[in-house]
């Protein structure tokens, strides 16, 4: 029941009209509380760090998934440096390439059969069109796919990890709008 109430509390911090990150000092009671056990909330420990991260096995929006983490205490993974992302990636284990797991609800099917990725926890300002990252810091690593960012429609200002599940191979990120499909969620906690 507690935890409900954090839930529908914080799914307030993240404004969707806006894309305004959420202010650290916000989440600290809900990480406090969760930074106790965060293996009991899914969490597992990067090593020689202060870091954490869980993969749900709930697909969602863009906006639904950073609420989530939030909910958490913490926010939606981000990619600071190639090492950062390569330990994401590695997260995910088996579960990204293998196909079985679109019945389980690790992915969703509808954006295409043989694509599919988890949502970083960046976004476009769209009065300066530049990238931040939701803790509020500039984004300055990137891993963009050929023609990518393009803000197709104007629209696009999120971005997802995508791989392709037939070769089992990368193919890396791209802008997609918010609201556009259900992806991945992985959250990242600083205890």
């Known amino acids: ?12 911090f993240f404004s969707k009209s806006n894309c305004q990150y959420v202010n650290e000092n916000l989440l600290n009671h809900v990480s406090s509380i969760v930074c106790k056990n965060p293996s009991q909330y899914g969490f597992v420990k990067r090593s020689c760090s202060n870091v ?28 600071r440096n190639l090492d950062d992302d390569k330990y994401i990636q590695s997260v995910l284990n088996d579960k990204w390439y293998n196909i ?3 019945n389980h609800g690790f992915f969703w099917k509808e954006w295409s059969s043989q694509n599919s990725g988890y949502w970083i ?11 931040t990252l939701v803790d509020g810091s500039q984004v300055f690593f990137t891993k963009w796919t050929n023609g990518q960012p393009d803000n197709f429609k104007k629209s696009q200002n999120v971005i997802i990890d995508n791989f392709a599940f037939s070769s089992k191979s990368y193919i890396g990120w791209n802008d997609i709008s918010p609201f556009s499909y259900n992806f ?8």
């Open 1 to 12: 029941m507690i935890i409900l109430i954090f839930i529908s509390f914080t799914f307030s």
């Open 52 to 79: 954490y991260y869980t993969v749900t096995d709930l697909a969602m929006d863009w906006f639904s998934a950073e609420n989530y983490c939030q909910s958490l205490g913490g926010h939606l993974a981000t990619s």
């Open 100 to 102: 079985s797991n679109l």
């Open 121 to 131: 926890g960046a976004f476009r300002s769209v009065l300066t069109n530049t990238w």
């Open 184 to 191: 991945h969620v992985i959250c990242e906690l600083k205890c």
